[in-house]
């Protein structure tokens, strides 16, 4: 059996993470030629938080490849901020705003214009946020819980009181794992994206 290994990110992982991210973007399946570019989702959900926070990311090394990570925001308030000002004018340039957003591509890139969707009314509790994603072979294997126990103890070190994260409202499996792991729904939940929010200690 192949050995899985939890490390902290580094550079070099930056394009394995954006295969990771576009392999299971899809509702879990394989997310490729769904959009103009295969790049959408990871700029938008992977990019950034390596680049503006990479202490903050862990990856689980499989083998000789990267097999899945967590990435987080740690102060989501100044990343919002930061995201503003030194990722948005490229992201824009790339992607920009539609003033009628009529397809799920539409809507993905104006999410990615606005981070300020980010700023929950919970962020003195909670005020770092996660991703979590991991290829089909490491899933059931209980990296997940291992992924989160590790970024848990990275915040709680650091003095961040408390995480959150936004999912899709249909995963049902994915809401019993954090419901496992002690994760609490938040009041800025809606049925189709729950809000979760756990305490780091």
């Known amino acids: 059996m192949t050995e899985q290994v939890i490390r902290p990110y580094s550079t070099r992982d930056r394009a394995s993470c954006y295969d990771v991210c576009v392999t299971i973007g899809a509702a ?37 490849r990267v097999a899945g990570y967590i990435i987080a925001a740690s102060d989501t308030r100044h990343f919002v901020r930061r995201y503003r000002r030194e990722v948005l004018p490229g992201f824009a340039a790339k992607y920009p705003f539609v003033e009628q957003p009529l397809t799920p591509e539409d809507v993905l890139v104006n999410l990615g214009n606005t981070p300020e969707h980010l700023l929950i009314a919970e962020l003195d509790e909670y005020p770092a946020h996660l991703h979590i994603d991991l290829l089909p072979e490491l899933q059931g294997l209980g990296m997940g819980r291992r992924l989160i126990e590790t970024l848990l103890g990275s915040l709680s070190a650091r003095g961040i009181g408390g995480v959150h994260l936004a999912m899709d409202g249909a995963n049902s499996g994915a809401r019993a794992f954090y419901d496992r792991l002690g994760f609490l729904e938040l009041t800025s939940s809606t049925p189709e994206q729950p809000v979760l929010g756990v305490a780091t200690s």
């Open 28 to 64: 879990g399946g394989d997310a490729r030629g769904l959009y103009s570019s295969d790049d959408l989702l990871p700029d938008i959900f992977c990019g950034p938080y390596l680049d503006l926070d990479p202490s903050s990311a862990f990856v689980v090394e499989s083998g000789d």
